[in-house]
């Protein structure tokens, strides 16, 4: 006797297990995608912050040196001067970025090189996250050529 098996399909059985193997292989990776696409937005956000606060410095550098700390302020329009470093991580939403200023001098024995050290920190994601760049800013020398 001669056993012809002509089935050409899936049973309902199988199917349900490929099914299930499938939904729980795009659960396991849904999680994955969520997270990767909320960090390209975050580190989109963070890049043009820093961008932005990377300008703010650029523009400073181009006009060194400055003779005064009030000078140097007026250069830095959008931001809000603090008082203390510690106040630099004080998010207020009317400006684009804090900053804070503080004189140093440099003595290598010789020379004596005033100037300024700049710290920026600009906020995104409505003040929840925030970079910080700092920089020397020359001043006007003081020593007699």
């Known amino acids: 006797m001669k056993l012809v098996n ?21 659960v396991a990776f849904i999680p994955l995608f969520s997270t990767s696409f909320s960090n390209i937005f975050a580190y989109g956000d ?24 009030d ?6 329009s959008g931001g809000q001067s603090v008082d203390t470093r510690d106040d630099l991580y004080s998010y207020n939403p ?3 970025f804090n900053y804070y200023i503080e004189g140093v ?6 020379t004596d090189i005033n100037g300024y050290k700049v710290t920026i920190v600009s ?9 910080e760049l700092s920089s020397f800013i020359r001043g006007e020398s003081n020593n007699d050529d």
Do not use: C, W
Not at 123 to 131: L, M, N, S
């Open 105 to 110: 001098n440099i003595s290598d024995g010789d």
């Open 46 to 69: 963070k890049d043009l912050t820093m961008a932005y606060a990377s300008d703010q410095m650029e523009m400073l550098y181009s006009r060194q040196p400055f003779s005064n700390v």
């Open 6 to 26: 002509n089935q050409k399909g899936l049973t309902l059985i199988e199917v349900i297990i490929a099914v299930t193997i499938l939904t729980i292989i795009a």
């Open 123 to 131: 906020f995104y994601r409505e003040g929840d996250r925030k970079v």
């Open 94 to 96: 009317d400006y684009d």
């Open 71 to 76: 000078e140097l302020k007026n250069k830095l």
